[in-house]
C-alpha cells in the first residue's frame, strides 16, 4: 500500500506527535524570545502535540510525559497558559492540580499512538497509524487476506463510524479507574468491536450550557466531532465519516474528499430527494452563488466549538440553529456567525421573508 501510506505520512494524522530532536523544525514559536508564561527551553521538550490550531509541548520524567505549562496559539501567534482548569473536562477531580501530576498516558497517549499499554506505557508506535484504524497487521503481513485485516469501507455504518469516534469524541471509559488511574480515552478497544461496551460519550440534558454541550447538545468544544455526528440525519441514514473524509490524505482541508464548496452537493445536489427542494441552491440558500452565504456548511456546520480562546471549528450535527431556538437557549445561531453586524431578531425577520420556506419553522 505504498501510495496509501506515501499520501498517510504527509497527514497530521501522521504528524501529531513529533520529538523535536527528531524533527527540529516542528516547534512553531521562537524559544528563544522570552515571555512570562514560558518556563521552559527547548531542551525539556521530548514531544510536541499538533500544528494547526495549537500547539502544546510535553516533558518527560521517568517513564511518564507531562504536559508543561504554555501553549502556542497558532491562529494569534501567542502565547497561552496551559493547564486543565477545575469544572471543565470530567477527570480533573481525580489528579492534582499540578501538570507535573498528570500523566498524558491516561489522559492523551491512547488516542495519539498506536497500542498505547497501559501497563508499560508503551507503544507500538506514536502517532495515528495503520494499526489504529485497521487493527492488528502481523497476520495481515505474512498472509496478506482481506480476512484478516479490518476495513472500515466494509464495516457496517455504525463499526465502521466508531473507529474514528474512539478518538474523535468526548466520553468516559464504562470502566473506571482502571488500575487505579482515571482514562479519558477507551481502554481496550480494536477496531471492528463494539464501541459502546468501552466508552460512553459524555451525558447533555437538553437546555443546559455545560463544558462539554450547548443547550441544544450541539457540541461545545472540538474534539467531539462524534458526540455530534451520532446525533444526525446522516448518521441515522447510514453515512459515515469517511464518506466525506479521506484520513489517507487529500489536498483539501480537513482531508475531505473533495472541496468544502462542493462536498455536500455530491448527495444534496438541487431537486435531490435528500434536500434541498428547489432547482438551485440559491433558492434554498438566498445568497449568491459562489459566496460564503451559499456554501452549506457555512449555515450547516457553524463554526462554533471552541478549540482554543476564540478559535473555532465546525459542528457535526448538520443542523440548522435557527436565531429563534437559539435565543431561546442562549447560545450562536447559524445566521448571525457571518451577519456579525446585525441580531437575532433582524435574522429570524430574514428567514421570514424566504417564502419557500415554512414560516412554522423559521417562527419556532
Known amino acids: 500500500h505504498e501510495q496509501v501510506f506515501d499520501r498517510w505520512s504527509k497527514t497530521r494524522m ?26 521552559f527551553t527547548r531542551k525539556d521538550i521530548a514531544f510536541v502535540y499538533g500544528s494547526k490550531w495549537k500547539q502544546r509541548y510535553f516533558t518527560k520524567v521517568g517513564d511518564d510525559f507531562f504536559p508543561l505549562g504554555a501553549q502556542w496559539d497558532v491562529t494569534h501567534k501567542v502565547w497561552r497558559a496551559y493547564m486543565v482548569q477545575p469544572g471543565t473536562d470530567w477527570w480533573v477531580p481525580f489528579y492534582p492540580a499540578d501538570n507535573m501530576k498528570r500523566p498524558t498516558g491516561p489522559t492523551c497517549d491512547g488516542c495519539h ?7 508499560t506505557k508503551e507503544v507500538t508506535e506514536w502517532n495515528v497509524g495503520c494499526e489504529k484504524c485497521h487493527g492488528p497487521g502481523g497476520e495481515h503481513i505474512n498472509r496478506p487476506s482481506r480476512s484478516n485485516i479490518v476495513n472500515p469501507a466494509r464495516l457496517d455504518f455504525v463499526h465502521a463510524s466508531d473507529v474514528c469516534i474512539q478518538c474523535h469524541s468526548q466520553g468516559r471509559p464504562l470502566k473506571n479507574p482502571i488500575e487505579g488511574k482515571y482514562f479519558d480515552w477507551p481502554v481496550g478497544f480494536v477496531v471492528g468491536q463494539n464501541l459502546s461496551d468501552y466508552w460512553a460519550l459524555e ?5 443546559q450550557l455545560t463544558f462539554t454541550h450547548f443547550p441544544d447538545g450541539t457540541a461545545h468544544k472540538n474534539r467531539m466531532q462524534g458526540n455530534d455526528f451520532v446525533q444526525s440525519a446522516m448518521y441515522t441514514h447510514g453515512v459515515t465519516c469517511f464518506s466525506c473524509h479521506d484520513v489517507h490524505g487529500t489536498q483539501n482541508n480537513a482531508d475531505l474528499l473533495k472541496p468544502a464548496s462542493t462536498m455536500c452537493l455530491q448527495c444534496h445536489g438541487p431537486s435531490s430527494p435528500n434536500g434541498p427542494r428547489g432547482l438551485t441552491i440559491e433558492q434554498h440558500t438566498h445568497h449568491k452563488a459562489g459566496s460564503s452565504g451559499s456554501e ?22 448538520f443542523r440548522f440553529i435557527s436565531p429563534v431556538e437559539a435565543e431561546r437557549l442562549k447560545m450562536p445561531n447559524s445566521c448571525n456567525l457571518c451577519h456579525t453586524e446585525k441580531n437575532a ?20
Open 203 to 207: 451525558d447533555h440534558t437538553v437546555g
Open 14 to 39: 501522521a504528524n501529531i506527535v513529533l520529538d523535536p530532536a527528531q524533527h527540529p523544525d516542528v516547534i512553531i514559536p521562537d524559544l528563544t524570545k522570552p515571555d512570562p508564561l514560558v518556563k
Open 296 to 317: 452549506c456548511v457555512n449555515c450547516h456546520m457553524p463554526r462554533i466549538e471552541q478549540t482554543i480562546a476564540d478559535v473555532n471549528v465546525r459542528s457535526h450535527t
Open 345 to 364: 431578531e433582524w435574522a429570524t425577520e430574514a428567514l421570514k421573508q424566504w417564502r419557500n420556506e415554512s414560516p412554522w419553522r423559521t417562527a419556532n
Open 113 to 119: 499512538s498506536v497500542n498505547y499499554d497501559i501497563r
